[in-house]
């Protein structure tokens, strides 16, 4: 690894990838907004059991479900609207 004081070895796939997780943009843990060729994601850094849970309850409130597609399709007959 080229961080200062890290002694991390592998290959360079390996490398790379724990560069971005321990020093680069993944690195930490909760919650953090990340920008992808021009298009911007909230991720999860991080996998304590308390912040998994919390993921996967986001998830199944906001699964594309019958209910939560009608919803949305609501709002935005909503917002077309006003």
Not at 4 to 13: A, N, V
Not at 39 to 65: D, I, K, N
Request: aromatic share 8%; charged share 35%.
């Amino acid at each position: 690894c080229t961080e200062e004081g890290c002694s991390f070895e592998g290959t360079r796939r390996v490398v790379a990838a724990h560069h971005m997780s321990k020093h680069g943009i993944f690195k930490g843990d909760g919650y953090k907004m990340i920008e992808v060729e021009g298009q911007v994601f909230r991720v999860l850094v991080g996998s304590s059991p308390e912040e998994v849970a919390q993921w996967r309850e986001e998830r199944r409130r906001s699964f594309p479900t019958r209910e939560n597609i009608r919803k949305k399709e609501e709002h935005h007959a909503q917002l077309v609207e006003a």
